[in-house]
């Protein structure tokens, strides 16, 4: 090649070959723009393509082999070849051109359009060689920063709508101030807010200059009437939210005419707004341009609605100012509820650690002691220690799950196999004396929950019942479900499964009903107060509610509604196996690398996995594994893990170990809580977890499980 004019584009050196050879360009500029996401070119002086990237050769219409060398003029369209060889000449000239918008047709603001960039590079001797040329695509950039500024405008609508949820006195007041806040900082061009009254929708507040068209119109909630087709009819009858991103292609009748086209709105989106269940009333907004109401737009809105419904339940009108304040003070109280469950989360979090520990160590060495030779009255004894490490373990578990803290593994199960599989425990528990009755009619009906807080939440209610009968009785323990858009199953698209737990006991009173439900309150001389607490705690975490009714002198029924959920649900009994005996020992030759900071547990640890048959390596920090890992010429079937410990984390060991030992098996362990455990990326890591404390028999079922689904060879 003889002479070459050389430059750089960005970080690359091009080279490009006199008129009279072919041209070429280093690779490491053809990687450059062929990384870039737009169309892009590279032309020398004379305005000749020597490089062009895929997007160019799509926009042009012709392979990239047929661009080299032609004129970049040649892809340019007619409309825009004089104004673009305007531009091309000031970037010769050694001018950057940034975004410079082209338009096919210079007088049609909706028309093609695309952004030009220009950028000049030089040869050693300081001359421009050439320019780079970049399309953009100026719509879909203009697009994207429109979505940008609209989501914005709706987070401060959703601000200003909780303010307004607090403070407004009325429902009407609240309704205005919503139409308000979707016009003037939302951006719609009009709002109304209708409320269901007989068969049709009444219009109760409206904002805009076309308010009062779209606020006028006749909206049925009769599904046989065509004026109920829209989205505020079609939000009024199911409760769900419409959307209509182009009228005129949507809509050929009633209520919106062919005579009303001058004023119809482009799109439209319309909500439901939720009071006790039903719907209450309808927000419609509407947009002067079409498809205006994308995915992200909707799902910003929808974030108001449950704002504006919660505020709907404790907002009156003003000849009823008792009703209003008792649901201000039940929204105060919902507040302090929930300070309260965080407060007893933090408590329990802050000694959760170190009081795992110690009963994991206290909970295993009874058990040991349990397997020696004892006299009955020590035997008594070291059984009395292990049921009271047992029932502290209990307490701490129900602290963390009412504060949230507890580490869970939801997932799909039948709720009929969830209450069979709980059955020989809960007959275990209220004794002879009470006559226990089992009505299961959800078959075939899957929720979303942890399967040992199902237990849990079950186990407390049939405690509580058990302690409303103590001259015995029966208990009833009913499934049921409701069908998918069902009067009651507004909270799930599947309907809901239900599980009722009815006793004949002693019954409540108001008073005591009201209470029912709060931390810390029990009617019983040595209860905790924590139970049914836990439980409401827990029901709400899979998305449900509960609801008690009682009376006095009959007895008491508790009723779990939990979201339906799809897909096939697990076998109850698979996720919770039990093994026994050689079961959960150690196949010949298995190694457990145990990794515990804890000094007194460490050795505990040890002697538990020995005893099944495994062979035993130690460590106290990620630090000291590594080392002991290195140490180790043999397999490494599995390594257990605490997951905060000085100097290196679990998380970070598993990921070093990974790097020598690929092929080996993790169980993370801890004492902390949930939330600590997720800030060290365990849950998001889908890995095995046992909770401490734990005995014997769980950490073991926990190991043979998780070497076993590993796929190790015996």
């Known amino acids: 090649m003889s002479a070459t004019q050389n430059g750089t584009y960005g970080s690359a050196t091009v080279y490009v070959a006199d008129s009279h050879e072919q041209p070429h360009v280093e690779p490491a500029a053809l990687a450059l723009i062929d990384a870039s996401p737009c169309a892009a070119v590279i032309v020398d002086r004379d305005r000749r393509c020597v490089a062009a990237n895929e997007r160019f050769a799509r926009l042009a219409g012709v392979p990239v082999e047929a661009i080299i060398g032609r004129a970049v003029g040649d892809f340019t369209p007619a409309a825009l070849v004089e104004r673009a060889a305007e531009l091309h000449r000031r970037a010769l000239e050694g001018e950057t051109i940034a975004g410079e918008v082209l338009r096919a047709e210079p007088d049609d603001a909706d028309g093609p359009m695309v952004a030009l960039h220009l950028t000049p590079f030089r040869d050693a001797s300081g001359r421009v060689a050439g320019m780079a040329c970049v399309y953009s695509d100026e719509p879909m ?18 601000t200003r709508a909780a303010e307004a949820a607090v403070v407004c006195a009325t429902r009407q007041e609240l309704f205005e101030k919503v139409c308000q806040f979707a016009v003037s900082v939302g951006g719609f061009s009009s709002a109304w807010v209708g409320v269901p009254s007989g068969d049709t929708i009444v219009n109760a507040a409206s904002a805009g200059p076309e308010a009062d068209f779209v606020a006028g119109l006749t909206i049925s909630t009769d599904p046989a009437d065509p004026r109920s087709h829209g989205p505020t009819g079609q939000a009024a009858l199911t409760g769900n939210p419409q959307i209509v991103n182009d009228f005129a292609a949507t809509f050929r009748s009633p209520p919106f005419h062919a005579d009303d086209a001058a004023r119809c709105p482009r799109s439209a ?7 006790r269940g039903r719907v209450a009333a309808t927000l419609s907004v509407y947009a002067d341009r079409a498809n ?7 799902g910003a809105l929808a974030e108001i609605m449950p704002i504006v419904s919660l505020a709907l339940d404790r907002l009156i009108d003003a000849d009823d100012r008792e009703r209003h304040e008792q649901a201000r003070v039940a929204f105060e109280e919902q507040l302090r509820r929930a300070a309260k469950m965080d407060a007893i989360g933090t408590l329990a979090g802050s000694v959760a650690h170190d009081f795992n520990n110690t009963l994991t160590v206290i909970r295993n060495v009874s058990r040991i002691l349990l397997d020696d030779a004892l006299t009955d009255e020590h035997r008594r004894r070291v059984e009395t ?14 602290l963390l799950s009412l504060g949230r803290r507890q580490v869970i593994r939801p997932k799909r199960f039948s709720l009929d196999d969830l209450v069979q599989e709980s059955a020989p425990l809960v007959d275990r528990l209220v004794g002879a004396s009470v006559r226990v009755h089992r009505a299961l009619d959800a078959a075939g009906t899957s929720v979303l929950i942890d399967r040992g807080e199902f237990q849990q939440a079950l186990l407390n209610l049939t405690a509580n019942a058990r302690d409303a009968m103590p001259g015995g009785g029966a208990l009833q323990i009913r499934t049921a479900t409701t069908p998918r858009g069902s009067h009651n199953a507004v909270r799930g698209d599947c309907g809901l499964a ?30 905790t107060g924590l139970g049914l607490a836990t439980v409401r705690a827990i029901v709400e975490r899979a998305g449900g509610t509960v609801e008690v009714e009682s009376e006095l002198g009959i007895g008491t029924t ?44 460490r050795p505990i640890v040890g002697q538990m996995l020995a005893r099944a048959g495994y062979r035993v390596l130690s460590a106290a920090d990620g630090v000291a594994a590594l080392e002991v890992a290195d140490a180790h010429d043999g397999r ?54 046992v909770q401490k404390p734990y005995v014997a028999e769980d ?14 060879p015996a």
């Open 699 to 712: 950490l073991l079922r926990q190991v043979r499980t998780t070497i076993d689904a590993a796929g190790r």
């Open 385 to 398: 220690i292990d049921l009271a490490a047992e029932s502290a373990a209990g307490l701490t578990a129900q």
């Open 558 to 601: 508790f009723r779990l509604c939990l979201p339906q959920v799809p897909g096939q649900a697990e076998r109850a009994e698979e996720d919770g196996t039990r093994r026994t005996g050689n079961e959960l020992g150690a196949n010949p030759g298995e190694t457990v690398l145990v990794v515990e900071d804890a000094e007194m547990l």
């Open 498 to 527: 239900i599980l009722e737990v009815q006793d004949s006991g002693v019954g409540m009173d108001e008073e005591r009903l009201r209470q029912v439900f709060e931390p810390f309150f029990t009617t019983k001389a040595l209860g």
């Open 269 to 275: 989106a319309a909500f439901a707004f939720h009071e």
């Open 141 to 158: 950039r203009r697009r994207a920063e429109e979505q940008l500024q609209a989501l914005a405008k709706l987070r401060e609508m959703l």
């Open 292 to 298: 205006v109401f994308t995915p992200e737009i909707v």
């Open 636 to 689: 490494i079937d599995l390594v257990l893990t605490d997951v905060v410990m000085p100097r290196m984390s679990g998380g970070e060991l598993v990921e070093r170990l990974a790097r020598t030992r690929p092929d080996i098996a993790v169980l993370f362990t801890s004492g902390y809580p949930a939330d600590i455990v997720a800030r060290h990326g365990i849950e998001q890591q889908g890995a095995a977890f």
